[in-house]
């Protein structure tokens, strides 16, 4: 039984979204993200959440740091049990 889980893949975001330095070809939507992110948080089982690869030389307009904000926002409001508390 897994009783923690990392949570991480800003990078896996598609390009046109999250721009980085290893961009993924094929990248998921942040839609989908966005939908699958307070589900992972739910569960209770996030023990880490990562924003990884940020480069602000490639962040059109700040996007993907305000993306990755509100997902660390949402694992952090959403998550249940003594690791979501600050």
Same mark, same amino acid.
């Given at each position: ?13 598609? +390009?046109?979204?999250?721009? *980085?330095?290893?961009? &993924?070809?094929? %990248?998921?939507?942040?839609?989908v993200v966005e939908r699958v992110c307070p589900r ?15 480069? +602000?030389?490639?962040?059109? *307009?700040?996007?993907? &740091?305000?993306? %990755? ?18």
């Amino acid at each position: 039984m897994v009783s923690a889980e990392p949570v991480s893949g800003i990078p896996d975001v598609s +390009p046109a979204t999250a721009p *980085d330095t290893v961009p &993924a070809a094929h %990248g998921v939507g942040m839609d989908v993200v966005e939908r699958v992110c307070p589900r992972v948080a739910a569960s209770g089982k996030p023990a880490l959440c990562d924003v990884a690869e940020l480069n +602000p030389g490639l962040d059109a *307009d700040d996007r993907t &740091a305000r993306a %990755g904000a509100r997902l660390v926002h949402t694992v952090l409001t959403t998550g249940k049990g003594p690791r979501s508390s600050l």
